[in-house]
């Protein structure tokens, strides 16, 4: 066993290590439009791998991330707009003595930005949690869009519909990414561990989860404030990372494409969130050109605006029917999978595990 | 506040009430069979109002005969999507069920967004609708009456269909039981088809009553609508018929006369509603006039 | 099954990769070109840039304005001898999309200036990306302030809030003889927040008081129901009722008042010039009154015959005052480059800003010091299910 380990693991520090290298290649080489899609594939991330912990591994269908991810960005965007931008923005109404000459650093605004997400989560879930299943999920729709039409009405907190901008762009690679794969360890973790098991056993059965002596409530606040507070985060990420907001960019449809993404990578899988994520992203990008007239050898198509999210959405619904589990169901990616699967490949290759060997697969699945 | 102004926001009121509980209906119809809520309840509002417009800017139509069209059509439209992307998970956990009434509602609004266009467009009023009446020194038009009127005879027929007719008695028994019933020789798919034609037919006339009220329709005007009517489906008792005409009158007269009382508050008129749907899932979560459900283990 | 998803797996992984470092490979070759001064006669073509709504609340808005546009450039397809590229990019009437949309037209597809874009808080988003990437704007129709006031690579064809706030407000105190206003502002956008505060405060100026705006209320955009607001603002019995919302809104409010009986001046600003809102204002629109950038028959310029003659000839019906603005931009913008005399960026930006006395369709255009168009305003009213022509108002 404890070979396995140490071989997991010393793969598991090769590939961040290669990773980081990649990110800093990146990060020097690449244009800032390509730097810009790599950075909202790790906010995305983020987003889908914390719905997953709520939706996928606690079974609670919460449809609130855009209302946190509004909160943390506003709270890291005034946290690190000089006094003069925010004089600058706030033309209309001045802004609230408090916020007015406060400038923080980077990392300190990220985190208050996620302790800010997940203290309105605390203030939400109480409420919200003890419903279930389609009211819990239309009471955090509920929620998210109050948060939002407070924003647009708060003119001197948040500078309302006017929004805010010249938010100063501290989101590279290094802390996006960085971001999400501590988000993405820190939930690991969680899973893992018997708090993991509650709340897995909370999403399978409610009832028999508290005859078992699982405190439900307890659970299921903890995997949405912690969901939350890292929502908080991405939204700040968001925020310094297209240094324009307002409130409208956190309309409850962000929610869903959150849902659609996180379903399509396979609920209770951070792998596939992840990978959702970014083929989302990438894809969107990819797919902007059938918006825009183009031309295939000498004809002239017209473009037809609004066509990537009726394919994205169409794909969604075909996920769902067809494919219910998603790209990769509840599974995650793992050393040893993936060592199981080269040798599967390598057997086939070579012509053995054909007549018997076959027949003893099948019945295992 | 005059009077006259007081009544001319209740008559608002009402009408708007009108058009929340139609929409409400479909709502709790499907939700007291499937346990479902249809996110894309709202959208079939949208489509119902742009094939009526349709109706009449392409094919010329007079509204007489383009509005029973849409309705129709809608009302088979809603029974496609039921065939489609609802009973195929019908074994499947809630949820999926819930995502994929999402994931339609989506499709459903990018869809509009680009065979419509995302501009606005003119609703055209039949002239007889368009009448100003003076009542008591407010000014009411006559779509109003018309808006009372059609939401009550359809009401009423509502509930005789559901009370005296073989499908109406099947439809509640499959909302009290879905697999006994189904033992007892009801054709469950039948009767759900069914469920989701008059729901959506309902809807589509709340739809194009809207889109008389508010003569402009775009891709995403269904929903907020569809969203306040599952408020007033809460409100009223989900699952209960009755429920959701309440619910709907109620939530669209104190929509209305907050804001007409608070006017500087007009800007969160939507978490009013909202707030509103907390609330009563914390507090009262059977509405109205729901009936509390034992969970079975 | 195991396989197939693994396999599913690694293919969208060596997919993804492929399709990042192709996007990558695709433009390396680019970089070369932002911020760095290109030969005239080594290019075989340059880009210019669009980002407008092209779907979205202000779809009208980015369509009107691309019949200009497109005019323009069939007009006037080649500068200094190399030939145009267009490419537009739609922003969905989205802040973030706008951003978006702005650093691939400079990153992905190389344009040397950009045009756009209707919506301030589009043009607001889009210009943090030109500004640090030192790219040159033209705005089209957005009038806040805010979107060229600390921006040195942004310049609009059109005029600023501030002014048409004050516009309007002086026409109804000195022409129309209001007394008594009532503004119902479209809370969730900050072109109608502005304005509505600037008509205020012109107000104020000119009748020394704030006593004549009896009721300030708001609604949001996609609102249908503004009973509330109008009653509210009626029961302080106003001679008029400012509304600077969006042409679908401002339509419907329009109605509602007329059904609830006010018959004073319903007056807006320049995002009333739709064609929906006659459309959807139906005999509620007769009478409404708005101020705007152009006219056909408004005659700011010698230049605007012959526009609108070539622009019915093309499009068989006349001109909208963001079709000329959208034509206008463009046409700065091949006048900068040719009096820049390269396609450096930052020639055609002092260029841009060094534009004097520049005839355009929708008047004189001289740059000020903070790249906005000093001009004069029309005032329109809807007479007849057309917008007709009443008086032009000079700064």
Redesign the interface.
Known sequence: MKNFLSRNRILTWITLVLFAGFLFYAQNHYNSYILRIMNLCAVYTIFAVTFNLIFGYTGQFSLGHAGFAAVGAYAAALLTMTAAQKEANFFLKPIIPLLANVEWHFLPSLLMAGLMAAVVALIVGGPALRLRGDYLAMATLGFGEIIRVVFVNLQTVTNGSLGLKGIPEFTNLYWSWGAALVTIFVLKRLVDSSYGRALRAVRDDEVAAEALGVRLFYHKMLSFVVSSFFVGVAGGLLSNLISTIDPKVFIFTLSYQIVGIAVMGGMGSMTGSTIAACLYTVFLEVLRPIESPFNIGSLQVPGIPGMRMVLFSALLLFVILFYQKGILGGREFSWDGLFAFGKKMMNRIQGRGTGGGEAVEEVEQ | ?TLS?FF??LA?GIS?GSLYALIAIGYTMVYGIL???NFAHGDIVMLAAYIAFYGAGIFMLPWWISFPVAILLTALLGVLIER??YR??RE?P???L???A??????LE??G??VF???????Q?PAFMDV?IRIGGA?V?SYTFVIIGVSLILFAGLLYVVKYTKVGVAMRALSKDIETTGLMGVNTDRIISIAFAIGSGLAAVGGILQAI????I?P??GV?PG?KA?IAA?LGGIGNITGAMIGGFLLGIAE?LI??FF??L??????FS??I??LL??FK?TGIMGEVEP?K? | MRSKKFSLLISMLVLLSLLLGACAQATTPEEAAPGEPAEVAELDEIVIGVYEPMTGAQAAGGELTMQGVYLAYAQVPEVLGVPIRIVLVDNRSDKAESATAMTRLIEQEGAIAVIGSYGSSNSMAGGEVAERAGIPVMGCSPTNPLVTSDKDFYFRACFIDPFQGRVMAKYAIEDLGVERVAIIQDVAQDYAVGLAAFFQAAWIELTGSDEGIVAFTSYQTGDQDFTAQLAAAMAEDPDAIYAPGYFGDAALLARQARELGFEGYIMGGDAWEAPELIEIGGEAAEGLLFSTHYHPDAALSPASGEFVAAFEAEYGERPSAFAALGYDAYMLVIDAIERAGSFDPAAIRDAMAATEGYEAVTGNITMDENGDAVKDAVILTVEDGEFVYLTTVSP
């Open positions: 506040m102004l001319q926001h608002n708007l346990r479902l809520i489609s992307a195929p998970l499947v809630r949820i999926q819930f995502t994929s999402v994931a339609v509602s989506f499709l990018n869809l967004i680009v266009g995302g501009r606005p467009k003119a609703f009023r100003t000014n038009i009220k508010f003569p402009q775009n995403l005007m907020m969203l599952f809460v209305i804001v007409a006017p500087n007009a800007g969160y008129r939507d978490a909202f707030s749907l907390i899932l914390l979560p969970e283990v």
